[in-house]
Nanobody, 121 residues
Framework: QVQLVESGGGLVQAGGSLRLSCAAS????????MGWYHQAPGKQRELVAA???????NYAESVKGRFTISRDNAKNTVYLQMNSLKPEDTVLYFC???????????????WGQGTQVIVSS
């Protein structure tokens, strides 16, 4: 089954930047990556950034002005550019989308396995 795979997490100092990437593990009839979420230990998964129907980004208040969601259709990859990182951005980040492997099959929701971001103070 085709899945979404995140990459780009890591350790960065406060004020630094990281760019997360989300791509599918294989080819499919359609792959629609819809947004990024994060999840702190013991808490529910929360929306960080998502595409609106117009293709723009919709952001959580805590990341507005610092994070940017974008997509490269040629590479079938969605990015989350994270600037001015803060220690409180230290969480696990997931991308979410819907995949249709063949035109004759229904879409299914897909979550990546997550990529860890650690921001040191």
């Amino acid at each position: 089954q085709v899945q979404l795979v995140e990459s780009g997490g890591g350790l960065v100092q406060a004020g630094g930047s990281l760019r997360l990437s989300c791509a599918a593990s294989g080819s499919a009839f359609s792959i629609n990556v819809m947004g990024w979420y994060h999840q702190a230990p013991g808490k529910q998964r929360e929306l960080v950034a998502a595409f609106t129907t117009g293709g723009r980004g919709n952001y959580a208040e805590s990341v507005k002005g610092r994070f940017t969601i974008s997509r490269d259709n040629a590479k079938n990859t969605v990015y989350l550019q994270m600037n001015s990182l803060k220690p409180e951005d230290t969480v696990l980040y997931f991308c979410y989308g819907r995949i249709r492997e063949r035109s004759t099959l229904p879409e299914f929701p897909s979550w990546g396995q997550g990529t860890q971001v650690i921001v040191s103070s």
